[in-house]
Protein backbone atom coordinates (compact mmCIF):
# COMPACT_ATOMS: atom_id res chain seq x y z
CA UNK A 1 0.00 0.00 0.00
CA UNK A 2 1.85 3.49 -1.33
CA UNK A 3 1.81 6.56 0.97
CA UNK A 4 -0.54 8.88 -1.09
CA UNK A 5 -0.11 12.18 1.04
CA UNK A 6 -3.36 13.04 3.15
CA UNK A 7 -5.66 10.05 3.64
CA UNK A 8 -9.67 9.40 4.41
CA UNK A 9 -10.34 7.34 7.53
CA UNK A 10 -14.00 6.25 8.35
CA UNK A 11 -15.14 5.73 11.77
CA UNK A 12 -17.51 3.07 12.56
CA UNK A 13 -19.30 3.97 15.84
CA UNK A 14 -20.18 7.50 16.65
CA UNK A 15 -20.30 7.32 20.86
CA UNK A 16 -17.87 8.07 22.95
CA UNK A 17 -14.95 6.61 21.74
CA UNK A 18 -15.77 7.30 18.21
CA UNK A 19 -16.39 10.84 18.23
CA UNK A 20 -13.63 11.11 20.41
CA UNK A 21 -10.97 9.68 18.02
CA UNK A 22 -12.46 11.81 15.50
CA UNK A 23 -11.98 14.96 17.07
CA UNK A 24 -7.95 13.69 17.82
CA UNK A 25 -7.55 13.14 14.06
CA UNK A 26 -8.45 16.54 13.73
CA UNK A 27 -4.95 17.65 14.81
CA UNK A 28 -3.49 15.28 12.32
CA UNK A 29 -2.42 16.78 9.32
CA UNK A 30 -2.07 13.17 7.50
CA UNK A 31 -5.92 12.90 7.76
CA UNK A 32 -7.62 15.12 5.24
CA UNK A 33 -11.35 13.40 5.48
CA UNK A 34 -13.40 11.32 7.79
CA UNK A 35 -16.75 9.90 7.53
CA UNK A 36 -18.86 8.66 10.36
CA UNK A 37 -20.76 5.88 10.35
CA UNK A 38 -23.62 4.71 12.83
CA UNK A 39 -26.47 2.55 13.07
CA UNK A 40 -28.00 6.24 14.86
CA UNK A 41 -27.15 8.06 11.62
CA UNK A 42 -28.80 11.02 13.57
CA UNK A 43 -26.19 10.94 16.21
CA UNK A 44 -23.35 10.67 13.23
CA UNK A 45 -24.89 13.70 11.37
CA UNK A 46 -24.72 15.69 14.66
CA UNK A 47 -21.14 14.44 15.63
CA UNK A 48 -19.96 15.40 11.87
CA UNK A 49 -21.48 18.89 12.17
CA UNK A 50 -20.00 19.96 15.22
CA UNK A 51 -16.64 18.12 14.38
CA UNK A 52 -16.95 20.21 10.75
CA UNK A 53 -17.05 23.58 13.05
CA UNK A 54 -14.51 22.67 15.48
CA UNK A 55 -12.38 21.82 12.19
CA UNK A 56 -13.06 25.22 10.82
CA UNK A 57 -10.81 26.73 14.15
CA UNK A 58 -7.72 24.47 12.88
CA UNK A 59 -7.87 22.99 9.39
CA UNK A 60 -9.60 21.97 6.35
CA UNK A 61 -10.77 18.54 6.99
CA UNK A 62 -14.14 17.11 5.14
CA UNK A 63 -16.06 15.60 7.49
CA UNK A 64 -19.33 14.16 7.28
CA UNK A 65 -21.82 10.91 8.20
CA UNK A 66 -22.42 8.22 6.19
CA UNK A 67 -23.00 4.97 5.34
CA UNK A 68 -20.77 1.89 3.99
CA UNK A 69 -21.09 3.06 0.21
CA UNK A 70 -19.36 6.86 1.72
CA UNK A 71 -16.55 4.83 3.02
CA UNK A 72 -15.39 3.93 -0.66
CA UNK A 73 -11.54 5.10 -0.92
CA UNK A 74 -10.72 4.87 2.94
CA UNK A 75 -7.38 3.44 4.12
CA UNK A 76 -8.33 2.79 7.70
CA UNK A 77 -11.24 1.56 9.14
CA UNK A 78 -11.71 2.45 12.68
CA UNK A 79 -14.25 0.11 13.88
CA UNK A 80 -15.37 1.53 17.44
CA UNK A 81 -19.32 0.39 17.14
CA UNK A 82 -19.97 -2.43 19.54
CA UNK A 83 -22.51 -1.74 23.14
CA UNK A 84 -21.07 0.11 25.81
CA UNK A 85 -18.97 -1.78 28.75
CA UNK A 86 -21.57 -1.18 32.02
CA UNK A 87 -20.14 -0.75 35.57
CA UNK A 88 -19.36 -4.29 36.99
CA UNK A 89 -19.14 -5.45 33.78
CA UNK A 90 -15.65 -7.24 31.87
CA UNK A 91 -14.81 -6.79 28.50
CA UNK A 92 -15.34 -10.74 27.97
CA UNK A 93 -18.82 -10.29 28.74
CA UNK A 94 -19.53 -8.31 25.96
CA UNK A 95 -18.66 -10.89 22.82
CA UNK A 96 -21.63 -11.99 22.01
CA UNK A 97 -23.49 -8.81 21.23
CA UNK A 98 -20.03 -7.33 19.48
CA UNK A 99 -19.17 -10.08 17.51
CA UNK A 100 -22.80 -10.31 16.18
CA UNK A 101 -22.20 -6.38 15.13
CA UNK A 102 -19.00 -7.07 13.54
CA UNK A 103 -20.65 -9.83 11.88
CA UNK A 104 -23.06 -7.42 10.40
CA UNK A 105 -21.62 -4.70 9.57
CA UNK A 106 -17.75 -5.55 8.68
CA UNK A 107 -19.07 -7.21 5.26
CA UNK A 108 -20.37 -4.23 3.47
CA UNK A 109 -17.85 -1.76 4.91
CA UNK A 110 -15.05 -4.24 2.94
CA UNK A 111 -17.35 -4.45 -0.07
CA UNK A 112 -16.30 -0.93 -0.82
CA UNK A 113 -13.01 -0.77 0.99
CA UNK A 114 -11.49 -3.82 -0.22
CA UNK A 115 -7.75 -2.38 0.72
CA UNK A 116 -8.45 -0.74 4.02
CA UNK A 117 -6.62 -1.65 6.88
CA UNK A 118 -9.01 -2.63 9.83
CA UNK A 119 -8.64 -0.98 12.98
CA UNK A 120 -10.69 -2.73 15.79
CA UNK A 121 -11.51 -1.16 18.83
CA UNK A 122 -14.75 -2.35 20.28
CA UNK A 123 -14.48 -4.57 23.04
CA UNK A 124 -13.50 -7.47 23.74
CA UNK A 125 -10.56 -6.04 21.40
CA UNK A 126 -8.68 -8.93 21.17
CA UNK A 127 -10.94 -11.02 20.26
CA UNK A 128 -12.88 -9.42 18.13
CA UNK A 129 -9.58 -8.53 16.37
CA UNK A 130 -9.65 -12.41 15.78
CA UNK A 131 -13.52 -12.27 14.67
CA UNK A 132 -12.62 -9.37 11.90
CA UNK A 133 -9.43 -11.18 10.62
CA UNK A 134 -12.01 -14.84 9.99
CA UNK A 135 -14.68 -12.88 8.92
CA UNK A 136 -12.87 -10.48 5.97
CA UNK A 137 -10.44 -13.22 5.19
CA UNK A 138 -7.61 -10.68 5.19
CA UNK A 139 -3.88 -11.00 5.55
CA UNK A 140 -2.96 -10.64 9.29
CA UNK A 141 -0.93 -7.78 8.60
CA UNK A 142 -4.44 -5.96 7.86
CA UNK A 143 -6.21 -6.56 10.76
CA UNK A 144 -5.37 -4.43 13.80
CA UNK A 145 -6.69 -4.19 17.16
CA UNK A 146 -6.27 -1.19 19.75
CA UNK A 147 -4.85 -3.56 22.22
CA UNK A 148 -2.74 -2.53 25.12
CA UNK A 149 -1.12 0.71 23.62
CA UNK A 150 -3.21 2.44 26.07
CA UNK A 151 -2.64 0.04 28.86
CA UNK A 152 0.82 0.73 27.90
CA UNK A 153 0.65 4.40 28.30
CA UNK A 154 -1.01 4.08 31.29
CA UNK A 155 1.85 1.57 32.46
CA UNK A 156 4.20 4.89 31.61
CA UNK A 157 2.24 7.12 33.48
CA UNK A 158 1.50 5.62 36.46
CA UNK A 159 5.44 4.77 36.61
CA UNK A 160 6.63 8.22 36.05
CA UNK A 161 4.34 9.60 39.02
CA UNK A 162 5.87 7.26 41.11
CA UNK A 163 9.84 8.03 39.56
CA UNK A 164 9.28 11.60 39.03
CA UNK A 165 10.30 11.11 35.21
CA UNK A 166 8.47 12.39 31.97
CA UNK A 167 7.17 9.86 30.63
CA UNK A 168 7.98 9.96 27.24
CA UNK A 169 11.12 8.68 28.61
CA UNK A 170 9.72 5.78 30.07
CA UNK A 171 10.04 2.38 28.29
CA UNK A 172 7.35 0.08 29.55
CA UNK A 173 4.99 -1.73 28.04
CA UNK A 174 2.23 -3.89 28.58
CA UNK A 175 1.09 -7.40 26.41
CA UNK A 176 -1.75 -10.02 26.06
CA UNK A 177 -4.97 -9.27 26.35
CA UNK A 178 -6.22 -5.92 26.81
CA UNK A 179 -8.30 -6.65 30.04
CA UNK A 180 -8.22 -8.89 33.24
CA UNK A 181 -5.33 -10.87 32.23
CA UNK A 182 -2.99 -9.02 30.95
CA UNK A 183 0.62 -8.42 31.57
CA UNK A 184 3.00 -5.50 32.49
CA UNK A 185 6.28 -6.64 31.48
CA UNK A 186 8.22 -5.53 34.24
CA UNK A 187 11.53 -6.74 32.94
CA UNK A 188 12.15 -4.95 29.99
CA UNK A 189 10.98 -1.36 31.98
CA UNK A 190 13.40 1.04 31.68
CA UNK A 191 14.57 4.89 32.02
CA UNK A 192 15.96 6.10 29.38
CA UNK A 193 17.64 2.81 28.90
CA UNK A 194 18.28 2.12 32.45
CA UNK A 195 16.36 -0.60 33.91
CA UNK A 196 14.72 0.20 37.06
CA UNK A 197 16.56 -1.24 39.94
CA UNK A 198 19.47 0.57 38.58
CA UNK A 199 17.97 3.82 37.96
CA UNK A 200 16.38 3.77 41.56
CA UNK A 201 20.27 3.04 42.61
CA UNK A 202 21.12 6.34 40.55
CA UNK A 203 18.05 8.26 42.43
CA UNK A 204 19.19 7.43 45.60
CA UNK A 205 15.69 5.90 46.26
CA UNK A 206 14.30 2.06 46.66
CA UNK A 207 11.74 0.19 45.50
CA UNK A 208 9.08 -0.88 48.03
CA UNK A 209 7.56 -4.72 48.20
CA UNK A 210 3.99 -3.88 47.12
CA UNK A 211 5.20 -1.34 44.56
CA UNK A 212 5.03 -3.72 41.31
CA UNK A 213 1.62 -5.21 42.49
CA UNK A 214 -0.04 -1.63 42.89
CA UNK A 215 0.92 -0.20 39.64
CA UNK A 216 -0.07 -3.66 37.86
CA UNK A 217 -3.37 -3.66 39.46
CA UNK A 218 -4.37 0.16 38.85
CA UNK A 219 -2.91 -0.01 34.97
CA UNK A 220 -5.31 -3.30 34.60
CA UNK A 221 -8.32 -1.67 36.91
CA UNK A 222 -7.96 1.69 35.25
CA UNK A 223 -10.53 1.47 32.73
CA UNK A 224 -13.16 0.13 35.53
CA UNK A 225 -12.45 2.88 37.59
CA UNK A 226 -13.41 5.99 35.18
CA UNK A 227 -16.09 3.72 34.02
CA UNK A 228 -17.41 3.89 37.46
CA UNK A 229 -16.75 7.37 37.59
CA UNK A 230 -18.09 8.82 34.45
CA UNK A 231 -19.88 5.80 32.45
CA UNK A 232 -17.05 5.37 29.65
CA UNK A 233 -13.40 5.77 28.36
CA UNK A 234 -12.88 8.04 26.05
CA UNK A 235 -10.01 10.33 25.92
CA UNK A 236 -6.50 7.97 26.38
CA UNK A 237 -8.38 5.44 23.80
CA UNK A 238 -8.90 8.35 21.28
CA UNK A 239 -5.30 8.97 21.14
CA UNK A 240 -3.94 5.88 20.93
CA UNK A 241 -5.89 5.36 18.17
CA UNK A 242 -4.77 8.56 16.63
CA UNK A 243 -1.25 7.35 17.34
CA UNK A 244 -1.39 4.13 15.65
CA UNK A 245 -2.74 5.72 12.80
CA UNK A 246 -0.79 8.17 11.83
CA UNK A 247 1.95 5.71 12.47
CA UNK A 248 0.37 3.38 9.57
CA UNK A 249 -0.55 6.57 7.13
CA UNK A 250 3.56 7.81 7.71
CA UNK A 251 4.40 4.84 7.25
CA UNK A 252 6.65 5.52 10.50
CA UNK A 253 7.56 1.69 11.47
CA UNK A 254 6.59 2.81 15.18
CA UNK A 255 6.62 -0.10 18.23
CA UNK A 256 3.28 -0.07 19.34
CA UNK A 257 1.46 -3.16 21.26
CA UNK A 258 -1.39 -3.53 18.92
CA UNK A 259 -3.54 -6.69 18.90
CA UNK A 260 -3.14 -8.91 16.04
CA UNK A 261 -2.91 -12.62 15.01
CA UNK A 262 -0.45 -14.79 16.30
CA UNK A 263 0.69 -18.11 16.46
CA UNK A 264 3.75 -20.58 17.49
CA UNK A 265 5.54 -17.83 19.55
CA UNK A 266 6.41 -18.11 23.02
CA UNK A 267 5.15 -21.52 22.64
CA UNK A 268 1.31 -21.01 22.37
CA UNK A 269 -0.66 -23.52 20.78
CA UNK A 270 -3.00 -22.63 17.75
CA UNK A 271 -4.11 -19.40 17.10
CA UNK A 272 -4.80 -16.23 18.87
CA UNK A 273 -4.79 -12.67 18.90
CA UNK A 274 -3.15 -10.33 21.53
CA UNK A 275 -0.98 -7.70 22.09
CA UNK A 276 2.71 -7.84 21.88
CA UNK A 277 5.09 -5.03 20.90
CA UNK A 278 5.25 -4.81 16.70
CA UNK A 279 6.12 -2.75 14.16
CA UNK A 280 3.30 -0.38 12.47
CA UNK A 281 3.98 1.17 9.33
CA UNK A 282 2.04 1.64 6.03
CA UNK A 283 1.15 -2.23 5.10
CA UNK A 284 -0.69 -2.46 8.86
CA UNK A 285 1.07 -4.84 11.52
CA UNK A 286 4.14 -5.22 9.86
CA UNK A 287 6.13 -7.06 12.46
CA UNK A 288 5.89 -8.88 15.58
CA UNK A 289 9.17 -8.70 18.18
CA UNK A 290 9.50 -11.57 20.41
CA UNK A 291 10.64 -9.58 23.30
CA UNK A 292 12.49 -11.60 25.67
CA UNK A 293 10.36 -12.48 29.09
CA UNK A 294 10.47 -13.87 32.46
CA UNK A 295 9.82 -17.08 33.66
CA UNK A 296 6.47 -15.18 35.29
CA UNK A 297 5.56 -12.91 32.45
CA UNK A 298 6.24 -15.67 30.07
CA UNK A 299 3.45 -17.76 32.21
CA UNK A 300 1.22 -15.08 32.35
CA UNK A 301 1.09 -14.66 29.00
CA UNK A 302 0.37 -18.04 28.02
CA UNK A 303 -2.72 -17.64 30.52
CA UNK A 304 -4.15 -15.05 29.15
CA UNK A 305 -3.63 -16.31 25.75
CA UNK A 306 -5.37 -19.80 27.20
CA UNK A 307 -8.12 -17.72 28.08
CA UNK A 308 -8.38 -16.07 24.73
CA UNK A 309 -8.71 -18.97 22.91
CA UNK A 310 -11.59 -20.02 25.53
CA UNK A 311 -13.69 -17.52 24.58
CA UNK A 312 -12.96 -17.84 20.71
CA UNK A 313 -13.56 -21.54 20.60
CA UNK A 314 -16.92 -20.80 21.84
CA UNK A 315 -17.77 -18.47 18.51
CA UNK A 316 -19.46 -20.16 15.79
CA UNK A 317 -16.55 -18.46 13.15
CA UNK A 318 -15.48 -19.43 9.36
CA UNK A 319 -12.90 -22.67 9.32
Known amino acids: MALQGPAKVAIIG ?3 VGASTA ?5 SPIVKEMVLVDINRTRAEGEAMDLAHAATLIRPVKIYAGGPADCAGARIIIFTAGANQQPGETRLDLVHRNTAIVREALPPLLQHCPDALILMVANPVDVLTYVAWKISGLPENRI ?4 TVLDSARFRHLLSRRLHVDPRNI ?3 VIGEHGDTEVPVWSLANVAGVDLEEFYLLDG ?7 RTEISYQVREAAYAIIERKGATAYGVALALSRIT ?7 KSVLTVSSVIRGLYGLEGEVALSLPCLVGSQGREK ?3 IPLGAGELAALRHSASILQEIIAR ?3 PG
Open 14 to 16: AGY
Open 23 to 27: FALLF
Open 144 to 147: LGSG
Open 171 to 173: HAY
Open 205 to 211: TTEDEAF
Open 246 to 252: ESILRDE
Open 288 to 290: ILA
Open 315 to 317: LRL
